[in-house]
């Protein structure tokens, strides 16, 4: 069923406003404005309120998000974001403060600021924050900038190398380059861990320092982290935790604790602010003590019993953003910490590891599962099993769309070919995890007694499957009138 567009809808006679008689003389927009200005055609719809209204509802009921259902989608904690967080951030105080307003007319908003900085350097055990990056890819960045301002002070001239295991998220090698660093993959392991042999052969003095994810894109936990940060330090290079899985570890270990000196986090993944379609989110940056002064600025200080914008560092990377980050995702973000408390936090890192065990465990006997060791907060499995019957982990993902699930990750990490990569995160019920345990199943089922079912999939989506490349490249969003 295609929805029609709102101008196939539109009828002249079914005007939706009501203007009050004019009570001025009328003047011809030609005597005003030069006609070259004037638009001839604007061809806007015309329905009545009630039309618009139906017409914007349906298509909105054809959204898939997380309020409407699970939405396991690997490295992206689509987790349940509470609803009180919407409700503190509309909070007049807090929702109309203007960009530019004087400190001393702010100081609960900078309070708010100060309060998550110290939670987020408490749980990342880093000694200085900065809240300015609007997201995790700009948080590496910022992050990766502060390496460079080090190096330079250091008069490091040499170290222009960064290391990133080929389990590294993909944004990784993009801040790399980005900042100016040039790349050195290093492999993982037989149990997905950083190859520490291959990675002790290319240390050297040019080596600036290395971005870890950890928990990995294979959603395992990286074991010579401690390791790491003997060998890195020995050459002068930094370590950087790229923490946007922090899901899988808040409130059970630290990054500063094993020795990393720059981390970021995702606020919009780990600290329930929602996010997807590109934003809004946050990308914290911690750093240890020998580096604050580079982060950016103005920073937050407290002057005299006042808390303040201090822009005094001389060797600041500059400011990121414009205005001191995404006020209000940071807020909900901050009401997240306050409202579960160090306990909360804990037990949700928990819950979330223990989801997604749980489900590895039911699926392995089904689909092929590439690393079986514990997980964190996601797990790879993938249809490599299901090859023979000519089905791909593309036809499995499509086909979930038929059971009213979202698909998971599909093709990352690209060390594991046909990967399906899936997170529960804690807050689904054993019942929606079984329910979509129970989907996989079936599906692999299918995959053996009718395949074509999988690779014609989905079925009762509103749009069937699209040639992906065509649609990504050639994406074709405008209005036309349709041929009759
Ligand atoms: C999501 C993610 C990022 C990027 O975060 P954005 O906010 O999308 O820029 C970086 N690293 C990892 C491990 C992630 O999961």
């Known amino acids: 069923m295609t929805e029609p567009l709102i101008f196939e809808l539109s009828n002249d006679e079914r005007i939706s406003y009501q203007i009050p008689a004019l009570d001025v003389p009328a003047i011809a927009p030609e005597e005003v404005i030069d006609s070259a200005y004037l638009r001839k055609e604007l061809n806007m719809p015309v329905l009545s309120e009630r039309d618009t209204v139906m017409h914007f509802t349906r298509l909105s009921r054809l959204n898939y998000s997380v309020d409407s259902g699970f939405y396991p989608l690997g490295s992206c904690t689509m987790k349940y974001n509470p609803k009180i967080n919407e409700d503190i951030a509309r909070l007049p105080g807090f929702a109309r403060v203007h960009p530019k307003q004087p400190a001393a007319t702010i100081q609960g908003i900078m309070e708010v600021h100060k309060l998550l900085s110290d939670s987020l350097a408490e749980l990342t055990a880093m000694d ?85 994810t950890n928990p990995n894109t294979l959603g395992l936990f990286e074991k010579h982290a401690k390791e790491l940060s003997e060998t890195l330090h020995s050459v002068d290079a930094l370590l950087y935790y790229d923490g946007a899985n922090f899901n899988a570890i808040m409130g059970w270990a630290r990054p500063g604790d094993m020795g990393f000196d720059i981390v970021h986090l995702n606020v919009h993944k780990t600290l329930s602010t929602p996010h997807g379609g590109g934003g809004p989110g946050a990308g914290p940056v911690g750093v240890k003590a020998h580096l604050a002064e580079f982060l950016p ?56 590891v223990l989801n997604a065990n749980y489900m590895m465990e039911k699926l392995k006997a089904y689909y092929h599962l590439p690393y079986d060791r514990l997980c964190k907060h996601e797990f790879v499995i993938t249809s490599e099993n299901l090859a023979d019957y000519g089905v791909k982990t593309l036809d499995v993902a499509k086909r979930l769309l038929d059971y009213g699930f979202h698909a998971p990750t599909v093709y990352f990490p690209l060390i594991v070919p046909e990967a399906m990569m899936i997170e529960p995160t804690e807050t689904e019920t054993r019942g929606t995890l079984d329910s979509f345990i129970e989907a996989m199943i079936k599906i692999a089922e299918e995959a053996k007694t009718n395949p074509d079912l999988l690779k014609e999939a989905p079925h009762n989506t509103p749009v069937r499957r699209l040639d992906e490349t065509t649609a990504a490249r050639k994406p074709d969003i405008n209005w036309y009138k349709r041929p009759e």
Request: charged share 20%.
């Open 128 to 212: 200085a924050m900065t809240l300015q990056p609007a997201a995790g890819a700009q948080g590496e960045l910022t992050g990766l900038l502060v390496m460079a301002a080090y190096h330079k002070k250091k008069g490091n001239t040499h170290k222009n190398k960064i290391i990133i295991p080929d389990s590294g998220h993909g944004t990784n090698p993009a801040s790399v380059s980005m900042a100016g660093f040039e790349v050195l993959n290093v492999e993982s392991d037989e149990d997905g861990c950083v190859d520490m042999e291959k990675l002790k052969k290319v240390i050297g003095p040019e080596v600036a320092g290395i971005m870890l």
């Open 297 to 352: 600025v103005p920073r937050i200080k407290e002057e005299n019993g006042k808390l303040a914008f201090s822009s005094s560092d001389k060797l600041s990377l500059g400011s990121v953003v414009a205005s001191n980050g995404n006020f209000l995702v940071l807020l909900k973000a901050l009401a997240y910490i306050v409202q579960n408390g160090g306990d909360g936090l804990k037990h949700s890192s928990a819950c979330a």
